[in-house]
């Protein structure tokens, strides 16, 4: 059962322009929704999150929309740069008991700038 | 220190080997993590570990044994794996449970031959 269901699967943008991806989850007991970049032969880096009780978030040209209403969040890479051609994944969590912190990923979107 | 370092970086296997791959990190996080990762997929979660005790074990196979010796180590044991077994092994530390931010390391490539 996919949890975290992430679109597209992979994006063309070219250099300058806006990535977008998109993210949406059916369990509404998710309150923490983190972006993860992956270059390839490395583990995935943090690159930005969010908790519901926040629409936007920015981090210098990433930017995270959040509606809660709609269980659906996204990320915005502003002025794609070549150096950004990785995987993106979307990931959420819920609020951790005694046993630990396990995110749920989405299938993640293969981004590809071209200069 | 602000990594998660994992070693071996590549590793080659048989079916019958007994193999170990470990994870280190120093920065006091007390939640550590092993998930696997096969090509084009995300991580799949696989055992969990707050203040060195096993909190979660996502069902897997006992050819998997993890370990953690100290706050510090993580290690996953690795014995009479199967050729589906290959793929990329991340190890991932966040400062408690509660930690948001995990911070993955560069992870061990694995190939059962």
């Known amino acids: 059962q996919q949890q975290v269901k992430q679109s597209p699967q992979s994006l063309i943008v070219q250099k300058g322009g806006i990535s977008i991806i998109n993210c949406a989850y059916e369990?509404?007991?998710?309150?923490?929704f983190p972006w993860y970049q992956q270059f390839p032969g490395k583990g995935p880096a943090l690159l930005i999150a969010?908790?519901?009780?926040?629409s936007e978030k920015k981090e210098g040209r990433f930017t995270i929309s959040f509606n809660k209403s709609a269980k659906q969040f996204s990320l915005h890479i502003m002025d794609s740069q070549p150096g950004d051609s990785a995987t993106y994944f979307c990931?959420?969590?819920?609020?951790?008991?005694?046993?630990?912190?396990?995110?749920?990923f989405g299938g993640g979107t293969r981004v590809l700038v071209k200069p | 220190d602000t990594e998660v370092t994992q070693t071996p970086k590549h590793l080659v296997m048989g079916m019958t080997n007994k193999k170990s791959l470990k994870c280190e990190q120093h920065?006091?996080?007390?939640?550590m993590y092993w998930y696997k990762q096969k090509a084009k997929k995300p991580p799949e979660l696989m055992f969990v570990?707050?203040?060195?005790?096993?909190?979660i074990n996502e069902s897997v196979p006992s050819r998997f044994s993890p370990e953690c010796p100290n706050s510090s180590l993580l290690n996953l044991h690795l014995h009479a794996l199967q050729p589906e077994d290959s793929a990329l092994y991340l190890c991932?530390?966040?400062?408690?449970?509660?930690?948001?931010?995990?911070?993955f390391g560069s992870g061990t490539r694995l190939t059962v031959v």
């Open positions: 969010i908790r519901p009780d926040v």
């Open positions: 920065m006091g996080h007390r939640a």
């Open positions: 990931a959420a969590s819920i609020p951790p008991k005694a046993a630990g912190n396990k995110l749920t």
């Open positions: 369990n509404t007991a998710f309150d923490y």
């Open positions: 570990y707050s203040y060195e005790k096993l909190s």
């Open positions: 991932a530390s966040s400062q408690t449970i509660y930690g948001t931010g995990y911070t």
